[in-house]
């Protein structure tokens, strides 16, 4: 793996990396590319190369928020990125996309589980998008300091040190905990996105199946194929990692996780024919009911754990 979060930019640099490669026979892939810096060319003498894969930072799939991230992207110019990867041979992900940057709303949230459906239809990839990855603060960035002026991080050495000690919980796996809130929504609210996101994928990638298959037979047999076929492998995984968790619970939770894991599946099989609209306050309604489990890691009194339950100075 080419640890490097701008590979390519130097192309020098990175075709003469190429070439130490395939002279010592690895087989390697990048794991950070703008998306205006490889050209088709490019992964046409990286593939030569020994090159199988290339990660891109795409962020974003609503234009307003990669104009607020000050990207200097189009969305075309990341489809054409990915189309130059299937063209090529070389493997590239979908999984790279982040919510809750300052401007981030319901519909720029839409527009990005649209557009990834869109990218995995074209890699011929199923609608299984994972869950989005929450904008972090990094020290020295501009939206670090936009933090600080709205009062969300500290400016003291103290108040900073609490925040870093609890961004680096994104390493354990802690997901929308670690997000330290810089919209003009409640937690509630945000906590939605995370399932808006990938019901409202799954909307627009089945959607894509019935628009790009011609005969209703196809239209059928992709749509089991790339979409129900996986929900019931994912209610399997679900029920098969947690059944042993739940043997020896309460009857009232054992009750709970199998309404959870099986309101999941219900609501993932039946996304082909819900309108979008009617979908998304369905999720809205799992989302509500499940922000209890997510409420329970707030510290009522004391220093927060999570970044996800600081407030506003």
């Not at 839409?110 to 990834?116: C, D, P, R, T």
């Not at 108040?159 to 000690?165: F, G, L, S």
């Not at 209703?216 to 209610?235: A, E, G, M, R």
Request: proline residues 2%; aromatic residues 14%.
């Amino acid at each position: 793996i080419v640890d490097d979060e701008n590979f390519g930019s130097n192309k020098v640099q990175a075709y003469a990396c190429a070439r130490i490669m395939k002279k010592h026979g690895v087989y390697w892939s990048a794991e950070g590319a703008r998306v205006s810096s490889v050209t088709l060319e490019d992964l046409v003498f990286y593939k030569e190369h020994n090159m199988v894969a290339v990660r891109y930072g795409l962020e974003s799939g609503s234009q307003k928020i990669l104009d607020i991230m000050e990207k200097k992207i189009k969305l075309e110019d990341v489809f054409q990125a990915l189309t130059n990867c299937k063209k090529a041979g070389v493997r590239t992900t979908t999984d790279a996309f982040m919510v809750g940057m300052p401007g981030e709303t319901r519909e720029t949230v839409i527009e990005s589980a649209k557009f990834v459906a869109r990218l995995r239809f074209l890699l011929d990839m199923d609608w299984e998008n994972s869950y989005p990855n929450w904008t972090i603060a990094i020290p020295g960035t501009p939206l670090y300091e936009y933090c600080q002026q709205i009062g969300v991080i500290g400016k003291t050495v103290d108040e900073e040190e609490d925040y870093m000690y609890r961004t680096a919980l994104q390493f354990d796996d802690h997901g929308v905990l670690n997000y330290l809130n810089k919209t003009d929504f409640d937690r509630k609210e945000i906590y939605f996105w995370t399932y808006l996101y990938r019901y409202a994928g799954k909307k627009a990638f089945a959607d894509l199946v019935w628009k790009k298959n011609k005969s209703l037979k196809n239209k059928i047999i992709q749509t089991y194929k790339h979409c129900i076929k996986f929900s019931y492998d994912v209610l399997k995984y679900d029920y098969n990692r947690r059944k042993k968790q739940y043997q020896n619970k309460r009857f009232v939770e054992k009750i709970k996780w199998y309404y959870s894991i099986s309101a999941k599946f219900l609501l993932s099989v039946s996304t082909p024919i819900i309108p979008m609209k009617v979908l998304i306050q369905l999720v809205k309604l799992m989302s509500d009911f499940r922000y209890s489990t997510v409420k329970k890691y707030k510290v009522i009194n004391g220093r927060q754990k999570y970044n996800f339950f600081v407030d506003s100075a």
